[in-house]
Structure formats: C-alpha cells, structure tokens
C-alpha cells in the first residue's frame, strides 16, 4: 500500500472530474497505472491522485408546480452528474440538479 492507496481503489488525478480504478502501483510506490472508462489507462504519480469522496453528492428534481424531490442520494460527484445528464435527456419538463449532500435537507 502506497501512500494509503491500493490496486483496485477508485481515484482521480487531483481537480479532473472522472474517476478510474488503481490496477498497478510499483514498487517503490511513487507511481501507479489507473484504468478509465472505455479502457483508457494512464500512468501517474501517486502525489497527483486523490481518491473518490465516498457518496456525498445527491440529484434532485423541481416539477411544474415547484416541488422538490431528491431522486438519489449516497452518490460520487460522477455517479450523480451522470444521473442527472441522463434525466435530462429523456426530455421531460422537470428542473434536475446535483449537489453536495446537506444533511439539513429531510429525508424523503
């Protein structure tokens, strides 16, 4: 284990969007081999990674008449704008955003 990161540890280079899985870290340590969606496979420095926050983002819904509901909570930053560009696509009229989870918010 390098750096507290291990083969198979879902992670990003630090301030990129998507994420991608650990699949070889060398040796010493300092650098490592992560696998992208599509089979896309970059080698970087372990300091240039981080790992994916643990489901902390949620996507919400507004409809005509303004009522909010939260649709799916528990989510990465990718999981939840993935949602949320998928929602949009179907074409309905409803409002969809994400967004940090705020435990203030109720539960539904």
């Given at each position: 284990m390098a750096h507290g990161f291990k083969v198979g540890d879902r992670v990003r280079?630090?301030?990129d969007v998507g994420y991608g899985t650990i699949e070889f870290i060398n040796g010493p340590g300092t650098h490592c081999d992560i696998r992208?969606?599509?089979?896309?496979?970059?080698?970087?420095?372990i300091t240039e990674i981080e790992l994916e926050?643990?489901?902390?983002?949620?996507?919400?819904?507004?409809?005509?008449h303004g009522n909010k509901v939260r649709i799916q909570w528990k989510l990465?930053?990718?999981?939840?704008?993935?949602?949320?560009?998928m929602l949009e696509a179907r074409g309905h009229k409803?409002?969809?955003?994400y967004e940090r989870s705020n435990e203030s918010h109720p539960r539904y």
């Open positions: 280079r630090k301030g992208y969606i599509l089979g896309v496979t970059q080698s970087l420095y926050e643990p489901g902390v983002w949620e996507v919400w819904r507004q409809d005509d990465s930053e990718f999981d939840a704008k993935n949602l949320k560009n409803q409002m969809y955003w």
